[in-house]
């Protein structure tokens, strides 16, 4: 089955009681017995298993090639779960570039925990093995990042992970399955905020962990069941209506995304253009290796004056564009990183990576290309 119908019918199925083409939303906290211990179906209770649930998981597992889906309160919650696979004296490598809240979570969660965090260049290769020990246990990785849309090679770093026997995840938010498939260049986990794209409006607030080796899977399903970071099931039914225009909307934020770079990349007050399909771009290579139909939505950049002040001005001039928090939705949003998604890290080490204060995050929507362009000309003005 082709993605573009994956996306509408891949682990899917009608109502087996009513016939109905979606999914019922199952509000329901518990399931009957017909004596103790024995359902009469496949539910007992929703934290464990809701059958709105199951079908947006079903349809995870679908979109990434993975065997197994389940579907989070959030994207944090859904790191968290992988996090909890871990002990004292466990180390993990992982990107430079996070998202923040992913960085606050490993720095200032799980480090007082006793786990080890190593952060490097995944394009330093090298760099990056000299890193492995017997203490290592998992690789974490975000390509594209947030917000510099660094790239890191995921079959590259695979072959080193199979070859050490380490767990390999990968934050696949910016790309979305659309365009890069993680556990088929050789992860062993694909995460999402599926507030994101897959969502896609803006409406919800989920995350999703997906696998391919079905033992690991029922091992995160337990830690999620234990520990409770569940979707309910009115977010589960956005969610999976969100998955089923996801070829439709992401092409046209690959278009839009384009269009708003080039713009961007003749602008004379506008000094560096950070996204993928740039030739210009560092890891160009790379996206266009492992990354199919498009290279996404996402555009970051910085003003030639390098001064905080205009990003500011600039942000607050916009019209269209919406001064926000998180990214992929329907609309176009715009973001400070220093002050807003990444101000959990410290100034020191967002400047070591190259997240500056006159740095401004798009996430551009699906709105005509026109109206965008208009409203970054006029806020630059």
Known sequence: ???????????????????????????????????????????????????????????????????????????????????????????????????????????????????????????????????????????????????????????????????????????????????????????????????????????VIAGALIVKDEALGEQLHFQQFATGATLGPQDSFLVLRGIKTLHLRVQRHCENGAKVTEFLNNHPKVKTVYYPGLESHPFHEIAKKQMKNGFGGMVSFTFESGKKEDAISFLEKLQVFTLAESLGGVESLANHPALMTHASIPEDKRKEIGITDDLVRLSVGVEDIDDLIEDLKQALQ
């Open 1 to 203: 089955m082709k993605f573009n119908t994956k996306v509408i019918h891949g682990g899917q199925h009608h109502d087996p009681s009513t016939g109905a083409v979606m999914p019922p939303v199952y509000q329901t906290s518990t399931f009957v017995q017909s004596s103790p211990g024995q359902p009469i179906g496949d539910y007992e209770y929703s934290r464990a298993s809701n059958p709105t649930r199951t079908a947006l998981e079903n349809a995870l597992a679908s979109i990434e090639n993975g065997t197994k889906g389940l579907a989070f309160s959030s994207g944090l919650a859904a790191t968290d779960c992988v996090l909890r696979s871990f002990k004292a004296g466990d180390e993990v490598i992982a990107m430079d570039d996070l998202y923040g809240g992913t960085y606050r979570m490993f720095t200032r969660i799980y480090k007082d925990s006793g786990i080890k965090f190593h952060f490097v260049d995944m394009n330093d290769l090298e760099k990056f093995k000299s890193l492995i020990n017997e203490n290592t246990k998992l690789v974490w990785v975000e390509t594209p990042t947030n917000p510099l849309m660094k790239l890191a090679d995921i079959e590259a770093i695979a072959k080193i992970t199979k070859e050490k026997k380490l767990l390999f995840a990968v934050d696949n938010t910016f790309a979305t399955p659309y365009l890069q498939k993680p556990l088929d260049l050789g992860a062993d986990i694909v995460m999402h905020s599926a507030t994101k794209y897959l969502g896609g409006h803006s409406d």
